[in-house]
């Protein structure tokens, strides 16, 4: 058995960390799963020594683990600890096609009936293919790749990635035991209200 080291720190989120270096067991852990169950911590130690030594991790601790940080209690204790200690880079709405705040009042009238309180808004500080936009709870903010502010991307293509983050807004996640769906009935639907959505996706294809 190698000696075993466990270090809680202070991370913006529930990270958890394993590596075998010269005979020792180094495990860093978040310090808000110091107070997790006795059997969520042992879920969480298989989970990390199945990644270590690339074996399949066992449905049962997978489940179990999942099933507590989806709990409301921890998921909104999460969402605090990123809002206090988590950095969000997000650059001017301001950009160098499209006006990202201007864009918004004109969804928010059209499809919202101009209801909806704009939450922070702006571009990635990174030209992102894979990530095209998200929505942040923890800091309440909108960030859309500063990809589409280029020339000869279509204003519907933008468009209709920043209505799918504020139907985020509009429709949070909703948990169901372990799982935790964020595209809802409620959202499928209301995103098939958007104006040539087939066309803005099968631009947003092009693109990426």
């Keep these: 058995m190698p000696e075993i080291c466990v270090e809680f720190r202070s991370y913006a989120n529930a990270n958890a960390q394993i590596r075998l270096q010269e005979g020792r067991l180094l495990v860093r852990l978040a310090d808000t799963l110091q107070g997790a169950p006795e059997d969520v911590q042992e879920a969480l130690a298989e989970i990390l020594l199945s990644k270590l030594f690339r074996r399949p991790v066992p449905s049962s601790s997978n489940e179990r683990y999942r099933r507590y940080l989806n709990r409301r209690d921890v998921r909104r204790r999460l969402d605090l600890v990123r809002q206090i200690r988590g950095r969000k880079r997000v650059e001017d709405p301001q950009g160098d096609h499209f006006d990202l705040v201007q864009m918004f009042e004109d969804l928010n009238f059209r499809h919202f009936h101009?209801?909806?309180?704009?939450?922070?808004?702006?571009?990635?500080?990174?030209?992102?293919?894979?990530?095209?936009?998200?929505?942040?709870?923890?800091?309440?903010?909108?960030?859309?790749?500063?990809?589409?502010?280029?020339?000869?991307?279509?204003?519907?293509?933008?468009?209709?990635?920043?209505?799918h983050e504020m139907l985020h807004l509009r429709y949070p996640a909703e948990q169901n035991g372990s799982r935790r769906c964020v595209h809802t009935k409620a959202f499928k639907e209301a995103e098939k209200q958007f104006e040539g959505l087939k066309e803005a996706k099968a631009l947003l294809r092009k693109l990426v």
């Design 114 to 163: 101009g209801l909806m309180a704009r939450p922070r808004i702006g571009w990635s500080p990174h030209a992102s293919r894979t990530m095209l936009g998200h929505y942040d709870p923890s800091h309440n903010a909108i960030v859309l790749s500063k990809i589409l502010d280029r020339p000869g991307v279509p204003r519907l293509a933008v468009e209709y990635v920043l209505f």
